[in-house]
Nanobody, 116 residues
Framework: QVQLVESGGGLVQPGGSLKLSCVAS????????MSWYRQAPGKERELVAD????????NYADSVKGRFTISRDNAKNTVYLQMNSLEPEDTAVYYC?????????WGQGTQVTVSS
């Protein structure tokens, strides 16, 4: 079955950096587009970034453009989210996502807290 396992979250000061990882299994990763979403307390889950199967095309939410970078290593079945210049507004649980038709697969999420 599809499994997505995120890691790399934590507490960081404003202006700091974190790199999230998502290890995937149970499907042919190299053929799948992947995404990162986040959900802040009291808010809806929102798309942060996505990447095509070979990594040739990426897409970002306006709020993270120029600060976050999504990438993948198909040999390691892993998708990454490098987050720089973090702001308190980036505080959220970050989720890895794979879509299969109309169905969404999610990881368990990793908490990112940006605070001084």
């Amino acid at each position: 079955q599809v499994q997505l396992v995120e890691s790399g979250g934590g507490l960081v000061q404003p202006g700091g950096s974190l790199k999230l990882s998502c290890v995937a299994s149970g499907f042919t990763f190299r053929l799948s587009a992947m995404s990162w979403y986040r959900q802040a307390p009291g808010k809806e889950r929102e798309l942060v970034a996505d990447i095509t199967s070979r990594g040739g095309s990426t897409n970002y939410a306006d709020s993270v453009k120029g600060r976050f970078t999504i990438s993948r290593d198909n040999a390691k079945n892993t998708v990454y989210l490098q987050m720089n210049s973090l702001e308190p507004e980036d505080t959220a649980v970050y989720y890895c996502n794979k879509k299969s038709g109309w169905y969404d697969y999610w990881g368990q999420g990793t908490q990112v807290t940006v605070s001084s």
